[in-house]
């Protein structure tokens, strides 16, 4: 827990510097129109009409923004995505990003099976310490709208297919992007049952 408290304060710091400028300028105006071949996967406004696509409304602009140049630089690969950012600026993205984080978020509600919600309740809040899983929360708050100056993402509300599989590619090392290598640690500790369980929590978070 130490370290994961000192890296999330170290990140903070470099994070914030780097941003801020393009972050402070971020026109939201413009990304609602950059965002509109959007639309088809993600929503007019942010909400998916599919499970394989994540929500982006009310997202933190500053994972977005991340997301979005980690795409179009090759740091991430998202074959559906192929070609769909490749010309935007970094002030593009960010002002992508403005629009959604304007957006309402989705809010789902989830499985009532209590030997599930009680498991993805433990692990959101508190870990699995046996297993050396942090709490989701110290990350992405208690209520999962995410920290917006550590480019940490909001999740409640997120598709549990959606969360499960992002899980997963941490864990397998398809998804490299996180630049503290974090996920990936965590997510190789977590069972298939484990995803399933703190998703559908993480659906009906808010």
């Not at 393009?22 to 088809?40: F, H």
């Not at 960010?94 to 984080?101: E, L, N, R, S």
């Not at 290598?181 to 369980?197: G, L, T």
Request: one cysteine or more.
């Amino acid at each position: 827990m130490r370290k994961l408290l000192a890296s999330l304060a170290f990140t903070i710091g470099a994070v914030g510097a780097a941003h801020a400028d393009l972050e402070a300028d971020a026109d939201p105006a413009a990304g609602r129109e950059l965002a509109q071949p959007c639309a088809a996967c993600h929503g007019e406004s942010g909400i998916s009409p599919s499970s394989s696509f994540p929500h982006l409304a009310g997202q933190q602009m500053s994972y977005t923004a991340k997301q979005i140049i980690d795409i179009r630089d090759g740091n991430r690969v998202v074959p559906e995505m192929v070609g769909q950012v490749d010309d935007f600026s970094d002030q593009d993205a960010w002002d992508v990003a403005a629009f959604y984080a304007q957006q309402d978020a989705n809010i789902g509600q989830a499985d009532a099976d209590e030997e599930a919600l009680m498991r993805g309740q433990e692990l959101y809040r508190a870990g699995d310490m046996a297993k050396g899983i942090p709490a989701c929360a110290a990350c992405h708050g208690p209520t999962g709208v995410g920290i917006n100056s550590a480019v940490y993402p909001g999740l409640s509300g997120q598709f549990p297919d959606y969360t499960v599989s992002t899980l997963q590619d941490f864990a397998s090392g398809e998804r490299a992007n996180d630049p503290s290598n974090m996920m990936a640690d965590i997510a190789a500790k977590m069972s298939d049952a484990d995803m399933q369980a703190v998703a559908n929590y993480i659906y009906g978070l808010h």
